[in-house]
């Protein structure tokens, strides 16, 4: 029997997504998110892989996960793990905070220092800041808990370099496919084709390529579909215009892949993130 559940809703002043989602055995394969992840364990052990380690987040810690970072899901004990997420957007965020950090260097990204903090002052504003949210408290309540959030949140942060568009550190055939995928990511693409964008033969080109994003070239162009197709259905796009604009076979192809990564359907996290019912 299927105990997993999801709860999604999307606050209409700042777009933050606010989850509550319960999971037994495995939750989701691996995937990213182009947000900051903000979130809990509230009951149980959540077990993920993350920046090359496995982590297990019990209640009272913090989890804390930046644009980009892959990572998947997994309930390493019979009760299964309960967790609560914010989901904040990378605009939001910097604009929110500018005050707090007037001298950002140049060319210069907002970071986690750790996936993990044990830190109970952000613990709660986190709680507290889910809760006026989840539960559409009135507007000065949100904007209050949110404050509060973003005040803890300033020391969990870091400034990195913004990875640039040419890398030099990483191997310019990775590289050449990684900037091709995200320009053309609805095309039908085969790996020959790729390999010969890249300048490199397709088995030494996965290898380059996953040792570089840590995903191979297929499972990345997946990644950036989905990341489109989630922006695409919370403006109020239909899944059937989705899958057909990101080059997936059909709505039934976006579904599977989708509810992989993200235990929703499309129309169901359309529904929630816009309150209006597929057709």
Same mark, same amino acid.
């Given at each position: 029997?299927?105990?997993?559940?999801?709860?999604?809703?999307?606050?209409?002043?700042?777009?933050?997504?606010?989850?509550?989602?319960?999971?037994?055995?495995?939750?989701?394969? &691996?995937?990213?998110?182009?947000?900051?992840?903000?979130?809990?364990?509230?009951?149980?052990?959540?077990?993920?892989?993350?920046?090359?380690?496995? !982590?297990?987040?019990?209640?009272?810690?913090?989890?804390? *996960?930046?644009?980009?970072?892959?990572?998947?899901?997994?309930?390493?004990?019979?009760?299964?793990?309960?967790?609560?997420?914010?989901?904040?957007?990378?605009?939001?965020?910097?604009?929110?905070?500018?005050?707090?950090?007037?001298?950002?260097?140049?060319?210069?990204?907002?970071?986690?220092?750790?996936?993990?903090?044990?830190? &109970?002052?952000?613990?709660?504003?986190?709680?507290?800041?889910?809760?006026?949210?989840?539960?559409?408290?009135?507007?000065?309540?949100?904007?209050?808990?949110?404050?509060?959030?973003?005040?803890?949140?300033?020391?969990?942060?870091?400034?990195?370099?913004?990875?640039?568009?040419?890398?030099?550190? *990483? &191997?310019?055939?990775?590289?050449?496919?990684?900037?091709?995928?995200?320009?053309?990511?609805?095309?039908?693409?085969?790996?020959?084709? *790729?390999?010969?964008?890249?300048?490199?033969?397709?088995? !030494?080109?996965?290898?380059?390529?996953?040792?570089?994003?840590?995903?191979? &070239?297929?499972?990345?162009?997946?990644?950036?579909?989905?990341?489109?197709?989630?922006? *695409?259905?919370?403006?109020?796009?239909?899944?059937?215009?989705?899958?057909?604009?990101?080059?997936?076979?059909?709505?039934?192809?976006?579904?599977?892949?989708? !509810?992989?990564?993200?235990?929703?359907?499309?129309?169901?996290?359309?529904?929630?993130?816009?309150?209006?019912?597929? !057709?």
């Amino acid at each position: 029997m299927n105990n997993n559940w999801v709860e999604l809703l999307q606050d209409g002043d700042t777009g933050i997504e606010t989850i509550r989602a319960h999971f037994e055995g495995h939750a989701y394969d &691996p995937h990213w998110h182009d947000s900051y992840l903000v979130g809990f364990t509230e009951q149980g052990v959540q077990q993920f892989h993350c920046r090359g380690a496995r !982590r297990s987040s019990t209640p009272g810690q913090v989890f804390l *996960l930046e644009p980009g970072d892959i990572h998947d899901g997994h309930a390493p004990t019979a009760e299964g793990f309960t967790y609560r997420m914010l989901y904040l957007d990378p605009h939001w965020l910097e604009r929110e905070l500018c005050g707090l950090f007037e001298q950002a260097p140049e060319h210069a990204q907002l970071s986690f220092a750790q996936v993990l903090a044990e830190d &109970p002052q952000l613990a709660g504003a986190t709680a507290s800041a889910f809760a006026m949210l989840h539960g559409r408290d009135i507007r000065i309540a949100r904007q209050a808990a949110l404050d509060l959030l973003l005040e803890r949140l300033t020391r969990h942060l870091t400034w990195r370099t913004r990875m640039p568009a040419c890398d030099p550190r *990483l &191997p310019r055939a990775a590289q050449r496919a990684r900037d091709y995928l995200h320009a053309h990511l609805e095309q039908d693409l085969g790996m020959d084709q *790729l390999a010969q964008i890249a300048g490199v033969d397709r088995y !030494r080109l996965t290898r380059a390529f996953k040792a570089a994003y840590g995903l191979p &070239p297929h499972a990345y162009l997946i990644q950036l579909r989905l990341t489109r197709a989630r922006r *695409l259905l919370a403006r109020g796009e239909t899944p059937a215009l989705v899958a057909a604009t990101l080059g997936f076979a059909d709505q039934s192809h976006l579904g599977r892949w989708f !509810r992989r990564a993200y235990a929703l359907t499309p129309a169901d996290y359309r529904t929630r993130c816009t309150n209006r019912p597929d !057709r």
